[in-house]
């Protein structure tokens, strides 16, 4: 086995020390009506695989990152991927209450609905309706499909490495940590 393929195996572990797992344990610790708690645990996680799709963490460019992650995949239109990444602004930076668009001059408000309403959808011009249950489940399925991805696309496993040497795995730095792996930027 490929030393990028025991790194793969190791940040996709569930058990095992990768700031995937982190993410995606705390996630399930929460309970179902933390909303706002679950919503920054998802864009995280969204966030931290779209650095490893890309291969690359530079600031300024998480927009870039993140549609391109969403656009490759999940099933959402281009209309409800922004506003999803308003949503994502929202949460980290309002509490997922507003976000305001630059570009557009638009101004969002986000509510929480888990009925059967979709994962992301206009309610008026101003209010988003988000499913987090299907939020989370779209989570789920990108994660799934970009692990497929990782074992035959090339340019997908350089671009995962570039990013692992930096942010693969979490460790303790403590006297009794354990930790073995150097940093090695």
Known sequence: MEKTDQQIEAFFDSEGDSPLSACLNELETLTAT?????????????????????????????????????????????????????FRNAVIHSFGQHAFDKQTKREFRFLIDNGQSPTITSKTKTVVS?????????????????????????????????????????????????ATEEWNP
């Open 34 to 86: 933390a909303h706002m708690s679950k919503a920054f645990c998802v864009f995280s996680t969204f966030d931290l695989l779209a650095q490893f799709y890309r291969g690359e963490l530079k600031k300024g460019q998480s927009a870039k990152r993140l549609k391109k992650y969403w656009g490759k995949y999940t099933n959402l239109n281009n209309s409800q991927l922004e506003l999803l990444y308003q």
């Open 130 to 178: 988000v499913n987090m249950e299907k939020l989370e489940k779209l989570l789920e399925k990108s994660i799934s499909a970009y692990r497929g991805d990782l074992t035959d696309k090339k340019h997908l496993r350089e671009n995962f490495y570039t990013v692992y040497r930096r942010i693969g795995i979490l460790f303790d730095s403590g006297p009794n940590s354990g």
